[in-house]
């Protein structure tokens, strides 16, 4: 468990928003480096890790995403502050009163998300919720000459400061859980696994802005079955109803049934019967604990496996985490162990279904 922590850990506080996640890239290679038979990186920055089974066999693919949900600097004022995009689903209310760090050519630059202060803001706008635009990041810039001396200019990737913490006995929390968790899975289960089949490890590129990374690998590998891994949100605190989402932390990595948009599961997975049936049944045998889930709201890169070349069988395996997409999402140690356990014994198993 605690070699797991670690590399999650690692995995975390590096820093790797869409379409710049070179370095989470390369703490993946070098942690896979003597565990697989090929390595490469691809014209979009995916990462493919080949460990080769036996002749005849199937090819499993794996898909974990590198990037996180980040900014980008839009605009710097003339006094000094910055104005950002969003690349990725923000939520507006999670972002105001942030630490944040800018990417730059001379190095990273510390900020904070600041905006009009409640004291200043009439009583009717006190009342309401506040959005991108009244906020800016201020990096302690007196001009915008100073701003663009430091290294800052437009287009700066932008990631939320923040180091992984313990909380109580298993939980930790962090940023980018999403979806570094499931690099974190992926690379000890690579590491781990003795397979028939041919496993394909995918760390994917710009998840987060349309599953860009997961389109063009799932084309390339072609892959028998693809298995996702990555964070789905839990009903296990103030505010969600268990009849919502009755996915808890601590009861194990959940298998998706389905995921999409709320109000239709359009745009989702739904997942293939056949992977369906190699999950759980290894968990059954294997008595590792499991949750299935329906997820609305959102989908991961399994969709675009799915729906890759004449169709691969997809699904995906979760980690229950609370807060996605914040600087302070919270998951259990034992769930992400677990993810683990499932996913290297059904690449062993996947040979018997495929
Ligand atoms: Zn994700």
Redesign the pocket.
């Known amino acids: 468990m605690e070699e797991l922590k670690q590399l999650l850990k690692k995995l975390v506080e590096a820093n790797g928003p869409s379409g710049h996640e070179e370095t989470v890239r390369n703490i993946i290679k070098e942690e896979l480096t003597n565990y697989v038979d090929e390595i490469k990186v691809d014209n979009l920055g995916n990462l493919i890790c080949t460990k080769k089974g036996a002749k005849d066999t199937p090819k499993a693919m794996i898909l974990a ?1 590198t990037d996180e949900i980040g900014m980008l600097v839009r605009y710097i004022e003339k006094e000094g502050f910055i104005r950002f995009s969003y690349l990725g689903g923000f939520f507006d209310q999670m972002v105001l009163g942030q630490r944040v760090l800018i990417h730059t050519e001379k190095g990273d630059i510390k900020g904070v998300i600041g905006s009009v202060p409640p004291h200043l803001l009439p009583e009717e706008e006190r009342k309401k919720p506040i959005n991108r635009d009244k906020m800016f990041i201020d990096i302690g810039a007196t001009s915008r000459e100073q701003a663009e001396e430091w290294g800052v200019k437009i287009g700066n990737p932008i990631t939320w400061l923040g180091q992984l913490e313990e909380l109580g006995s298993n939980m930790v929390t962090g940023k980018a859980f ?2 570094r968790a ?1 690099c974190a899975v992926m690379v000890q289960a690579l590491k781990e696994v003795n397979a028939q089949c041919t496993v394909i490890g995918v760390a994917s590129v710009m ?2 802005v349309g599953l860009r990374g997961a389109q063009t690998s799932s084309f390339t590998i072609n892959p028998d079955l693809a298995i996702a891994i ?2 789905s949100a839990t009903g296990d605190h103030p505010g969600v109803e268990e009849r919502q989402i009755p996915v808890k932390i601590g009861k194990g990595p959940g298998i998706t049934i389905a995921d999409g948009r709320r109000e239709s599961l359009g745009g989702g997975l739904i997942s293939h019967p056949k992977v369906l049936k190699l999950l759980t049944e290894t968990a059954q045998k294997n008595n590792i604990p499991y949750q299935l889930e329906i997820f609305e709201g959102g989908t ?1 890169d399994a969709t675009a496996a799915a729906t890759s070349r004449g169709g691969v069988p997809s699904a995906t395996i979760s980690i229950p985490t609370r807060y996605i997409h914040s600087p302070i999402e919270v998951l259990s140690l034992e769930d992400l162990s677990n993810a683990v356990k499932l996913l290297k014994l059904s690449l062993e198993n996947a040979h018997k279904y495929f």
Request: no cysteine; aromatic share 0%.
């Open positions: 995403h999403d979806d499931g998840e987060e990555d964070v991961t």
